[in-house]
């Protein structure tokens, strides 16, 4: 998919005429992706891989978000940013894996951004209190996909990237 890039400068974002975005709720388990296409969900998914060989894991996990980027060459990418609640191996790992999908984002001349996890649910609206707990939430961001795409999303992976992807949206619409 080859798109014709008009490129202005906006408030240290790229302001395109036609504008692919890619949202990440990555991890070194399940990556969840959103695509969109002038602010329209255009694709969704995850990748899994089971291994308990960590570099394994985040090997097959760049190799398929590098083969989305190759398929839809986005203009912008929005990744969750690593929250480091988690012990020392664990965030060493995502931190690696964020770290990577910059890089490469970078070397491909793409806008990559992270945002933290009660930024995104606070623009869609949704719960940051601390009373709710994980799976709670969870769910929350599942509703809120079904109800404003008409998606039964079944990872929680896929709904969060999803979420991830409406949230900069929404952000980057009050700035036009």
């Known amino acids: 998919m080859r798109l014709k ?3 202005v400068k ?4 790229r ?3 036609s504008k ?3 949202a990440l709720d990555e991890s ?4 969840g992706y959103a695509v969109f296409n002038n602010g329209e969900l255009i694709e969704h998914g995850a990748f899994s891989f089971k291994s308990k060989d960590v570099l394994e894991r985040v090997s097959f996990i760049m190799e398929e978000i590098e083969k989305l980027i ?3 060459e986005p203009n912008n990418m ?4 690593v929250q480091i609640t988690m012990n020392a191996a664990t965030a060493k790992s995502l ?4 770290f990577m999908i910059e890089v490469y984002a970078h070397r491909n001349n793409i806008q990559c951004k992270t945002i933290r996890t009660t930024k995104w649910r606070k623009i869609l609206g949704l719960s940051n209190s601390r009373t709710l707990d994980r799976k709670a939430k969870k769910q929350e961001t599942i509703d809120y996909v079904k109800n404003k795409y008409g998606i039964e999303v079944v990872k929680d992976d896929e709904s969060d990237a999803i979420a991830i992807g409406t949230a900069f949206i929404i952000e980057n619409r009050k700035d036009d």
């Not at 906006?10 to 974002?13: R, S």
């Not at 931190?95 to 964020?98: A, E, V």
Request: overall charge positive; glycine content about 8%.
């Open 5 to 7: 890039k008009l490129i």
């Open 10 to 13: 906006k408030k240290g974002w």
């Open 15 to 17: 302001k395109l005429l």
């Open 20 to 22: 692919i975005l890619i």
């Open 28 to 31: 070194t388990t399940c990556t």
């Open 70 to 72: 190759s398929k839809y």
């Open 78 to 81: 929005i990744i969750e940013d």
């Open 95 to 98: 931190l690696g894996l964020q």
